[in-house]
């Protein structure tokens, strides 16, 4: 079975400017996570997704949002960049995303804001 | 919501000897501790988890430890190699279906 992918691996945008990141789940997971990982703050939950609804968020601004498509792939988009949104973006797919369920990460995108 | 700790942040062994990263956490309700191991420019693989309802659970030369009680799980790596040289991180999840990870731990095995 194929992994969590990730497209796209790397992007360097400039303040102000907005950017989509996209995630394919194993093939069969239906929740998607995303993750922002920075050195200062580890590995923070942004929101997740099942069922083309978001499920669970976690305590970002409003410029970051997300969807979930019926095969069960997955974007984030994040308005208005800033310098400190520079970070690995990171995505995980579980089953349902119940107690107890495995989650499994994909390799992240590298966003570089300047 | 939980609250996850983990120490310590950076670890260095010798190669053959043990490391152990213990981890911390708040929420009484949380049952389900993975542990994942990032290697540079990787995204965290899952190397062993572990249910509330076990104390114990062991894969080659990993283990991981639960103790409810006392709200705290440890890994432990025996007979360390080189390539086990990377960030470790704990993760809990509760009831609320969301992850809470550690700081990481950073292990360098020197060989």
């Known amino acids: 079975k194929a992994g969590v992918t990730q497209t796209p691996r790397y992007l360097i945008k400039t303040r102000g400017q907005q950017v989509t990141l996209s995630c394919s789940p194993i093939?069969?997971?239906?929740?998607v996570s995303w993750y922002q990982q920075t050195p200062g703050q580890g590995l923070q939950f942004l929101f997740e997704y099942f069922s083309e609804t978001q499920r669970n968020k976690g305590n970002f601004p409003g410029r970051f949002s997300g969807r979930q498509f019926s095969n069960s792939r997955s974007e984030m988009n994040v308005s208005t960049l800033e310098l400190g949104d520079s970070a690995l973006y990171l995505c995980?797919?579980?089953?349902?995303?119940?107690?107890?369920?495995?989650?499994?990460f994909g390799p992240g995108t590298r966003l570089l804001v300047l | 919501g939980e609250n996850v700790e983990q120490h310590p942040s950076t670890l260095s062994v010798q190669e053959g000897d043990s490391a152990v990263i213990k981890c911390t956490y708040s929420?009484?309700?949380?049952?389900?501790f993975p542990w994942y191991k990032q290697e540079l420019g990787k995204g965290p693989q899952l190397i062993i988890d572990i249910r509330s309802n076990v104390g114990e659970k062991k894969d080659q030369r990993i283990a991981v430890t639960l103790n409810k009680t006392a709200k705290h799980f440890s890994l432990h790596i025996t007979e360390t190699q080189p390539e086990d040289s990377a960030v470790y991180f704990c993760a809990a999840k509760s009831t609320g279906n969301q992850f809470y990870f550690g700081t990481g731990t950073s292990l360098t095995v020197i060989p």
């Open positions: 093939s069969g997971h239906r929740s």
């Open positions: 995980a797919s579980s089953l349902e995303g119940n107690s107890a369920e495995t989650q499994y």
């Open positions: 929420d009484s309700a949380s049952n389900y």
